[in-house]
């Protein structure tokens, strides 16, 4: 399972405190930058300063370790790789970039509430609600995340299940128990999306774009309401 | 109080009957719901909030049909799934019951302030800020109820509460629920629970076959599953 899901701790670390606004835009920003920075001691000292801050959320030193080291195995990977190709500056400029911008993204989730994420993609999406519904993609990114240590488990068991089956070299065997299971679990979600009344606030969310934009004239009025009504009745 | 009236539901593309026709008025405090796997015990709880809508007849709770007035139905029903995984969508618990109470609370700090009080009142207030994914199966329960509980539902249905738990957070569980001051429709296998309940209904092959006191009801059960031929209806 991804160790840094579900990370965040409420503390009072400046990162914590740091409103989530501020903090995206820093992760945007240093991300951007990162594509520009080509000297390796800017990149050493970016990386650096990116495990600082993340150190000084105060993770669980546990999930704290477990992230680091992968992090860095991965950067080591795509080092390596271009170091096998005989460009070891383009290597490091790749690791120091990766570290960089993994090691500031784990600061920000781990300091970070999703509910304070979430209201800042609705807030963000806000001004577009006529084309976008701002509630839903909140809710949906919200979806992603929470899927995905429920599909790292199902992978597992699903593994598992054709190892005890003697037939773990099978892709066919994994994968499809776990795609089966992969859309069990959504369906499943899907009715407790309805079961908890959310999926009636998306809704709601599309009524109350259309209410912002009534007519003025009380004719057309009348010919929205009777048009709401009727799609309530289908639904 | 639910009224069934000739509810049936048929699958729309097999036209295979899952539950025929229904009549029944569940007034009790504590109705409890017993049946095979298939039998239509599930189909027959998920009326109740309008996850499923009867395809003939009509199912009404507190006077309000749940096919014209869903959205009003299903806050007064919470329902209570067998897997609570796939109920609980953010990532710690603390932010999974501010999700049920996005649409009844209006602030940020009044919504934590509830969803903790949520929390507490299960006895997982020092659960609040861990990811759902660490949580053990019976407290994962008690958060998918408190996600319920929270936003003051007059009638639970738990379809299964207690079947993936262990024996002392099955017991947990199910004296949490039988506390609640709320109507409480327990669809369940556990004979111990059902025999609890005021009034318990006996479903077999998408029919009501019992409707009458636990005792009776869980004796007719065992009878009917282990075949004695001079059992006949006894609605």
Redesign the interface.
């Known amino acids: 399972m991804n160790p840094t899901l579900g990370a965040y701790r409420p503390l009072r670390t400046p990162m914590h405190l740091a409103p989530a606004w501020f903090k995206v835009l820093l992760l945007a920003l240093v991300s951007v930058l990162m594509i520009f920075v080509q000297d390796m001691a800017t990149g050493v000292a970016f990386a650096s300063a990116s495990l600082a801050l993340y150190l000084s959320t105060l993770p669980p030193w546990r999930t704290a370790l477990k992230a680091i080291l992968w992090t860095f195995l991965f950067a080591a990977m795509a080092a390596g790789y271009q170091l096998w190709r005989g460009e070891w500056q383009l290597g490091v400029d790749i690791a120091t970039d990766l570290l960089t911008v993994v090691f500031l993204a784990l600061a920000v989730s781990t300091a970070t509430p999703m509910s304070e994420m979430l209201d800042l993609l609705s807030g963000v999406l806000r001004p577009f609600r006529r084309f976008v519904p701002h509630e839903t993609i909140g809710l949906m990114f919200s979806l992603l995340i929470r899927l995905i240590p429920e599909m790292v488990q199902i992978l597992g068991e699903s593994r598992q299940a054709a190892m005890a089956r003697g037939v773990e070299r099978s892709p066919r065997a994994i994968l499809v128990p776990a795609a089966t299971r992969t859309v069990g679990f959504a369906v499943d979600l899907g009715q407790a999306l309805h079961a908890r009344g959310i999926a009636d606030g998306v809704v709601e969310e599309r009524d109350e774009v259309v209410d912002s934009e009534l007519p003025k004239s009380r004719r057309a009025r009348r010919a929205l309401e009777s048009r709401k009504a009727r799609r309530r009745a289908a639904r | 109080m639910i009224v069934f009236e000739d509810a049936a539901v048929v699958a729309p593309d097999s036209g295979v009957t899952i539950l025929e026709p229904t009549t029944l008025t569940l007034s009790e405090r504590h109705i409890s719901v017993i049946g095979a796997n298939g039998s239509g015990k599930s189909t027959l709880a ?1 009326l109740i ?1 309008g ?1 499923v809508m009867p395809t003939e007849g009509t199912v009404t709770v507190e006077g309000k049909t749940t096919r ?1 007035h ?2 009003e139905v ?2 007064m029903v ?2 209570l ?1 067998t ?1 609570p ?8 618990a603390a ?1 999974d019951v ?3 109470l ?2 009844t609370v209006k602030g ?1 700090d009044a919504r934590m302030r509830a969803a903790l009080e949520a929390l507490e009142s299960l006895g997982l207030a020092d659960r609040a ?6 949580l053990s199966g019976g407290q994962r329960q008690l958060l998918a109820l408190a ?2 509980l929270a ?1 003051a539902p007059k009638i639970i249905v738990a379809d299964e509460p207690t079947t993936l738990l262990d024996l002392k957070w099955r017991g947990h569980v199910g004296a949490l629920l039988r506390s609640l001051p709320v109507q409480l429709i327990e669809v369940t296998h556990d004979l111990d629970s059902a025999m609890r309940a005021e009034r318990t209904l006996v479903i077999d092959s998408g029919k009501v076959v019992f409707d009458g006191a636990p005792g009776d009801a869980v004796q007719f059960y065992r009878d009917l599953i282990f075949g004695r031929p001079e059992q006949t209806q006894r609605v």
Do not use: C, H, W, Y
């Not at chain 2, 995984?85 to 710690?92: F, Y």
């Open positions: 998920r909030n996850l014209k869903g959205r299903r806050r919470g329902f799934f897997d995984s796939a109920q609980l969508i953010m990532p710690t932010e501010m999700l049920s996005r649409r940020k800020d861990v990811a759902v994914s660490a996600g319920v936003v």
